[in-house]
């Protein structure tokens, strides 16, 4: 791994500038994520007085286990929806600020702020314009003879969930959309001009191909913001409900485990996705060393 | 742009404005319904248009809170948050700096699995190992603490690969020319280095200021006493009883007030904010 | 002030790579030496093995009389001006020049005075209280052997400082150190690739390769007589014309003298030939001229060989009636070729290589 060329003499002295990074690290993360791996190994009886080791036991059930199949197949689609809607509309977003000059700033302000807001919030937002009894979404719907109530309807509770995390991370992929559309070298777009093509042409023929670094970056993220950081959004608007409709993985976790103190299985499902992020982030960074070759 | 296509140009700006009012029309109903009184919540429809208890709406809330919802005044919350996320971006900040200085400028044995272990914890979010590391919090008796809701969120992989990345584009000869000006490692830091990450460090600060505030599960899971709560996971609480007891101008006015912070940082800092959160994800 | 002797250093990077060998040499006292020789050779590492920004493997370096080979860069009292500069960017150029004095806990009142007098010779009183960002390069250049000049070390080292400069500049500044250097009378080891900025800073020149010495001397006598076949080919511009003497062309062009057994290569300078014979015995080279490129004051012009497909290097006076295309006659005086064996790479009239 790199270094500099020259380095500091000292031996002792970069132990203790690593100290409570890896303090921190060891007893905060390593160490529970230990324990949750041995968890998913072991069963506690109902009372909790016995621990039984029983090998891949919690795995088993899971796997056959229809509620959590279900929750895979919810999740695959919640994360699914989340990154095609909210990469589409921030890619028109973002071409559109792109052709602006005067006014870039000012839309760029204007759009970026629901990054600071938090998932619990986004929720509670949304949960607000579609509440069936008062909420303007049902209301409007109901004009056009649509009637909404996703606290019966799994399919309406699955829709808010997805517009409404889709609506937190509009900003984010905006922002890495704008800085791919910048990176574009203009004079590749004046050879193209030149070449005849319109702008229609030139953005699907030249400005979205030399996006596709950024495209992939951001796949990569939104799955991962769409399973792990939008539990707060799912915990204020469906709370996993109704009948499991919206029950994600990551909200399972922490359903069966702080709810139902089920710990078992908790854990296995803790691991399940550990192997998932490992794998995310895996794809993430042999991406990123692609692309300072590029 | 190269043509002067004026319908091409309407277009652009019709997209962004209907952007931005999608974007903004949540937030605009929850502050509408901020403003008004409680009985205006039992007709068939959100009030579109502002009302007149702003003011008094959002005082009692920041003063009283609604205690049948459990909750404090927002007062106390939103120190509480404060407190947090200032605590939480400066310690990451301060422990992922000296780290990636450890591991640029150091050459030591277990450099590389120092770097390792760090590194895993981007894999680690709190959501996949809840239930232990609330073990490990209690077992610390820092349930219901600052310490509790700040200490165990402060490691930084990503704070620390933004340092290490900038560390590494600062010229090798300028600590070779400390070196023979006779500073030391501990001078060098101080007198060179961290100057020159005085924006990164800024930078840094905004995005993690943001992250700290956010935080739900955590401050969910290791604060039971009210004097602990966050504004965030006390206005889940509000929420969960409005439905019941329709009190939407009282949760609304909390939500305004839990979004104000972040939201202004964000706005104020635009230039940092865009260049910390473009940075740290590479 | 001081010496520095060098005796058997080496360096071996990861116990494989050796950049270093066994290599020994004199610095006398106030003399300004140049390091040359191409990328890879070795004399980067070296200056920073004197500077203590690299460790030594094996040997000694001693500053003084005292070996330094354990010594931090900031024990050694030595004061370095790099390539990029490397000024702190976040503090002025009077922040820059005290630092290092700073550091060592030199008084206010001594600081002050030996920042002014650097100021002052080096013009760069008005900059005083700018950032490096707001100068140009040759003042931030200046700056950097302020910076060096304030700390009154024993040596000053210098590595490509002026390879980052504009050829006008590089010349400018050139002739600024050698005149510092002669007023402060520091010793002085200087590293560049650059031959002609070697040649005319130099007292003592030494011309490395791979990680060896070639040659130690002053400019002027490596020049007039380099000893072996790399530093004939490094130093001088154009280069030295090497000429083998296997085959028809060179018994032909060499048949009329004397050359020592072994020859096998023989070196002559572009401004060794001539187009008119001369009266004592020479070499001769007939062919095509194939380019003349006219440089100003000389003219550079390339021949085809007869028979051959190797070039020829002439360098004419003033503009040149030559024309390219034109057949071509050119001659060197025995006294101004240069004998040499490729395989011991070394010239074969010197006593030693010719017992």
Known sequence: MQAKRTVFPNKILPYFLLLPQLAVTLIFFIWPALQAVKSSFEREDPFGFRTTFVWFENYRRLFIDPLYLSSVGKTAIFAFSVTLLSMSLSLILAVAVNRVLRTNRLYTTLLVWPYAVAPVVVGILWWFMFNPNIGIAPYLLRGLGISWNHRVDGVDAMILVIIAASWKQISYNFLFFVAGLQSVPNSLIEAAAIDGAGPFKRFWTIVFPLLAPTTFFLLIVNINYAMFDTFGIIDATTQGGPAQATNTLVYKVYSDGFIGLNIGSSSAQSVVLMIIVIALTAIQFRYVERRIQY | MIENRPFLAFLTHLVLIVGVVVVAFPVYLAFIASTHGSGDFMRGLVPLLPGPHMIENYSYMFNVGLSTAGAPPLSIMLLNSLVMAISIAVGKIIISILSAYAIVYFKFPFRLLAFWTIFITLMLPVEVRIIPTFKVVSDLGMLNSYPGLIIPLIASATATFLFRQFFLTVPDELMEAARVDGAGPLKFFRDILLPLSRTNIAALFVILFIYGWVQYLWPLLVTTDSKYYTVVMGIKRLAATADAEPQWNFVMAAVMLAMLPPVLVVILMQRLFVKGLVETEK | ?355
């Open chain 3, 1 to 355: 002030m001081a010496s520095i002797d060098i005796k058997g250093v080496k360096k071996v990077y990861s116990g494989t790579v050796t950049a270093i060998h066994n290599l020994d040499l004199s610095i006398p006292d106030g003399q300004l030496v140049v390091l040359v020789g191409p990328s890879g050779c070795g004399k980067s590492t070296l200056l920073r093995m004197i500077a203590g920004l690299e460790s030594i493997t094996d040997g000694t370096i001693a500053i003084d009389g005292a070996v330094v080979n354990a010594k931090e860069p900031a024990e050694r009292d030595i004061a370095m001006v790099f390539q990029n500069y490397a000024l702190y960017p976040h503090m002025t150029v009077r922040g820059n020049l005290e630092y290092g004095l700073k550091n060592r806990g030199t008084p206010r009142d001594e600081i002050d005075r030996r920042v002014a007098e650097a100021a002052r010779i080096l013009e760069i009183e008005p900059f005083l209280d700018r950032r490096p960002r707001q100068l140009s390069g040759g003042q931030r250049q200046r700056v950097a052997m302020g910076r060096a000049i304030v700390r009154q070390p024993k040596a000053f080292l210098f590595d490509e400082p002026l390879s980052n400069l504009d050829a006008k500049l590089r010349g400018q500044m050139r002739i600024e150190i050698k005149r510092l250097q002669r007023n402060l009378a520091t010793t002085s080891v200087y590293v560049t690739h650059d031959q002609l900025e070697a040649m005319t800073l130099a007292d003592q020149l030494v011309v490395m390769n791979g990680g060896r010495i070639e040659q130690v001397g002053a400019p002027i006598s490596i020049y007039e007589r380099p000893e072996t076949l790399f530093v004939a080919g490094f130093i001088g511009s154009p280069p030295m014309n090497l000429m083998p003497m296997d085959g028809a062309l060179g018994a032909q062009a060499f048949a009329s003298l004397d050359l020592p057994s072994g020859t096998d290569v023989v070196g002559i300078r572009p401004d060794s030939l001539v187009v008119s014979q001369p009266q004592t015995p020479s070499a001769s080279f007939s062919g095509t001229v194939e380019l003349v490129e006219p440089v100003g004051g000389e003219s550079h012009v390339h021949m085809r060989l007869a028979g051959s497909s190797d070039i020829m290097i002439i360098s004419v006076p003033g503009r040149t009636e030559i024309v390219e295309g034109a057949p071509m006659t050119v001659y060197a005086k025995a006294g101004d070729l240069h004998p040499f064996n490729h395989q011991t790479g070394k010239r074969t009239d010197t006593p030693a290589a010719n017992p």
